[in-house]
Nanobody, 125 residues
């Protein structure tokens, strides 16, 4: 079992930055690929970014490429999402996810094994 807790959300103005953190506990953190998803009001869950177990591979949604960066620190059992140049359309609840298979994070039909509780990100215009 893996427990995930997100933090770092908040209210920022367009063009600003936020850094989300996902602290993991339970099984060995390095055994899981990590990902970030978001869900805006009235919208379906949307993939944002994913990173492989040891961090050599990353994958981003086209909507955030060049603005967001996913990273991880296995020694701290933590994954991060650095969000720069934020836009109002980035407003959503952001969820951290973990899965032994990265394809379960990046595939449109994939279903990650573990989810965090979510953290609200609001970008004002």
């Amino acid at each position: 079992q893996v427990q995930l807790v997100e933090s770092g959300g908040g209210l920022v103005q367009a063009g600003g930055s936020l850094r989300l953190s996902c602290a993991a506990s339970g099984r060995t953190f390095s055994s899981y690929a990590m990902g970030w998803f978001r869900q805006a009001p009235g919208k379906e869950r949307e993939f944002v970014a994913a990173i492989s177990k040891s961090g050599p591979s990353t994958y981003y949604a086209d909507s955030v490429k060049g603005r967001f960066t996913i990273s991880r620190d296995n020694a701290k059992n933590t994954a991060y999402l650095q969000m720069n140049s934020l836009k109002p359309e980035d407003t959503a609840v952001y969820y951290c996810a973990a899965d032994p298979q990265m394809i379960d994070l990046t595939s449109t039909r994939g279903r990650p094994d573990y989810w965090g509780q979510g953290t609200q990100v609001t970008v004002s215009s």
